[in-house]
């Protein structure tokens, strides 16, 4: 079996434009209408749908790989790195504030150039301990020889199946160091196009012993954000990926395997985009919602600190049952303090008691557009 990064002409990589072109169109179409249906909103909204955004980027991210990453942490990080205000107050771990660090260096300074030692800085982000789980391995540095063979595989041990094997380590430098050059040099290439291309490219390297599907994402990542010239992020292509998952991995071995011509994967790679851009529609109509709601909370009745960040909680996907006692929790307040607050949001409708009582009593939040007409 020969890989790509074995052939003669490795890594002059091609693409048919002509295949291209209307999927490329497609996607900055639909970019230039997110962004500009984006601009006409006020700073607070447009700051909360790129934090959605971008905690849904570092989640999902870390998911493809099968990492669980606890939301919450991962939105009160980025908030907290950002500035705002209405992220929520949930501590991070180490390892969660080591990832949002590297998505939001390549996102919030994607006009910085991509170097050797920004991307050991990005890994050893991603490997605060120096473990990738109980496995010591080598952070911040290229992945070493003696490891042997850098293989993708699955399967039960004693039948695994090899679907890729990168580069040698020792030719990782000089691999790195031309694919950092093409990065970097200006012209040529759409923007959005180099962004599917140096995710391949980088993927294809593996340079590290771990963590290289979630650089080669930022990678990407960084290449949009400089297609779009803004910080702010309003869709998730990683968040895509992961509900695109096997298609992902089918497309980039099979390009892996096969010739010089990448363009099905860039067909993919356009495609899924695409379809990332699409969605983010539910997250603007998501928080759009959000906001005309506060603006009919606050017509009715004034609402303190407390019963505003439940409110929040609840809007943006609390799960399970809300009881006093978890009121209480989220509020940091007293149980007596936590039934003064209830029973002001019961009496403005905003709240409803669930069935059953005593121990067992819930609240949930009122059908929104029911108490919203009942205030017009």
Known sequence: MSYIHEQADWPNLAWNDAKLSPLLADVRHRQGRL????????FQLRAEASLTTLTADVVQSSAIEGELLDAAQVRSSIARRLGLDFGG????????????????????????????????GWHASLFPTGRSGMRRITVGAWRPADIGAMQVVSGPMGRERVHFEAPRADRLEREVSTFLDWFEAAGGIDPVLKAGIAHFWFVTLHPFEDGNGRISR???????????????????MSKQIEAEKKQYYLNLERSQKGGMDITSWLEWFLGCLGRA?????????????????????????????RQRKVINRLLDGFEGKLSTSKYAKLA???????????????????FI??????????YRFAEPEAWMRSAD
């Open 89 to 120: 107050s949930a501590r991070a771990s180490r390892d969660v504030e080591g990832v949002v660090e590297m998505m939001l260096d390549a996102t919030q300074n994607y006009a910085a150039p991509l170097t050797s030692e920004r991307l050991f």
């Open 332 to 350: 940091k307040c007293s149980t007596d303090t936590a039934l003064r607050d209830i029973g002001s949001l019961l009496d403005q409708g905003i």
């Open 35 to 42: 962004l500009g249906r984006m601009e006409g909103l006020g």
């Open 353 to 362: 008691r669930e069935e059953g009582g005593g121990r067992n009593t819930s």
């Open 277 to 305: 851009v699409a969605g983010a529609e539910n997250v603007l109509a998501s928080i759009l919602r959000k906001a005309r709601i506060w603006e009919r909370i606050h017509e009715r009745s004034p609402v303190n600190q």
């Open 218 to 236: 930022a990678i990407g990542d960084m290449a949009l954000a400089r297609a779009e010239g803004t910080k702010e992020r309003f869709y998730s």
